[in-house]
C-alpha cells in the first residue's frame, strides 16, 4: 500500500490529522498548504499522532508538504481531499484548479461540515466525481467518514471513496443525499437543541446535562447505536415513551436565545476561556488530555471488534 497516494488540500488540524491517518495506513499523504506556520508545525503533529495510534514513527516520512497545487506528483495520487476553512468562495476556486490538475477519473472529496456539496462543485465540468468525505475530530482517532453524495456524483465514486476509507481503517456512512449537517451532524445538533432546552428551563445543569449523556444513554453508545440499543430494548415500549415524551420536545427553529447570546458576548468556550465554564490554561490542557485518553480507550474497545 506505500505506492498508494492521497493529495490532500489543507494543512491545519484537520488536514494534519487527515494525513496521519492515511500514514498509519502506509499511504503516501501529500499535502498542500500555503501557509509556512501550517507547513512547519505539520511533521511534529503528524509524529505525535501515528505515536498516540501506537503506528511506526518512521511513517511520518511518507507525508509531505507543499506549497502550491501545481508541485505535487499528481500522476501518484487516487484521491483528493479538501480540508480549508469553510468558506465557499474559496472552496469552489480551489476545486476548479483541482479539476484541471487531476486526472478525470480521480475522486475529488471535500471535508466540508457545513457547505452543501452540491454548491462546492456545480461549477464543474466533471461535478459527477465529487463527492464529501467527512472526517471528525481528532480525524486521525474518529473512526467515522461519511461519503456524502451531492445531486451529481457518480455512485461508482462514492463506492471507490468507501473502499478507500475503509482501507484506511475507516468506518465509512454513505450519506446518500446531501442535506444539511448530513448524518452525525443532524443527529447532534437535535440533541444540543433539547440539551439547550433543557438548560434554558432550568431543568438541570449543564453539568448534570453532560452527566445524563455520558453515563446514561450515551454510555451504550460505545457498544451499539441507538437503533440497535431500542430493538434490544423493545419497539413497543419506545412506542409508548415516545407518544408521552414527543409532544414535549423542543421544535425550535432557530438556536436558542441563550446560545445566541453567548456567541453575540464572544463566550464560545475554551478557546475564548468562557462559554458555560470559565477556563484557565492549565484546565482546557487538563481537560484535553482527559478527553483524548477516554477517546482512545474508546477507539481500542470498537478496534477490537473490527479485528
Known amino acids: 500500500m506505500a505506492s498508494r497516494g492521497v493529495a490532500i488540500v489543507g494543512g491545519g488540524i484537520m488536514g494534519g490529522d487527515i494525513a496521519t491517518s492515511f500514514a498509519a495506513a502506509g499511504w503516501n499523504a501529500f499535502v498542500i498548504s500555503p501557509s509556512q506556520k501550517s507547513r512547519d508545525a505539520l511533521p511534529g503533529r503528524v509524529t505525535r499522532g501515528l505515536d498516540r495510534l501506537g503506528a511506526q514513527a518512521d511513517l511520518a516520512a511518507s507525508v509531505r508538504v507543499y506549497s502550491a497545487l501545481p508541485q505535487l506528483p499528481w500522476d501518484e495520487i487516487e484521491l483528493v481531499i479538501e480540508a480549508v476553512t469553510e468558506d465557499l468562495a474559496l472552496k469552489q476556486r480551489i476545486f476548479s484548479e483541482l479539476e484541471a490538475l487531476v486526472r478525470p477519473e480521480i475522486a475529488l472529496a471535500t471535508n466540508t461540515s457545513s457547505i452543501p456539496v452540491t454548491e462546492i462543485g456545480k461549477h464543474l465540468r466533471t461535478r459527477s466525481r465529487v463527492c464529501g468525505a467527512h472526517y471528525f475530530m481528532p480525524a486521525h482517532i474518529v473512526p467515522l467518514v461519511e461519503v456524502i453524495c451531492a445531486e451529481f456524483t457518480d455512485p461508482a465514486i462514492a463506492e471507490r471513496v468507501e473502499a478507500i476509507m475503509h482501507a484506511t481503517g475507516k468506518v465509512p456512512v454513505v450519506v446518500k443525499k446531501d442535506i444539511p449537517g448530513f448524518l452525525a451532524n443532524r443527529m447532534q445538533h437535535a440533541l444540543l437543541r433539547e440539551a439547550f432546552w433543557l438548560l434554558d428551563n432550568g431543568i438541570a445543569t449543564a453539568e448534570g446535562i453532560d452527566a445524563a449523556v455520558r453515563y446514561g444513554f450515551g454510555f451504550r453508545f460505545v457498544a451499539c447505536g441507538p437503533l440497535m440499543q431500542k430493538e434490544m430494548s423493545g419497539w413497543d415500549t419506545n412506542y409508548f ?42 484546565e482546557i490542557a487538563r481537560e484535553k488530555t482527559r478527553f483524548e485518553k477516554a477517546l482512545h480507550a474508546g477507539f481500542e474497545i470498537l478496534q477490537s471488534e473490527r479485528k
Do not use: D, Q
Not at 453567548?262 to 458555560?276: D, H, R
Open 241 to 282: 415513551a415516545g407518544s408521552t415524551i414527543y409532544p414535549s420536545l423542543s421544535n425550535a427553529t432557530t438556536p436558542p436565545e441563550m446560545f445566541r447570546g453567548m456567541v453575540e458576548k464572544g463566550e464560545i468556550g475554551m478557546k475564548a476561556k468562557k462559554g458555560l465554564w470559565s477556563w484557565t490554561e492549565e
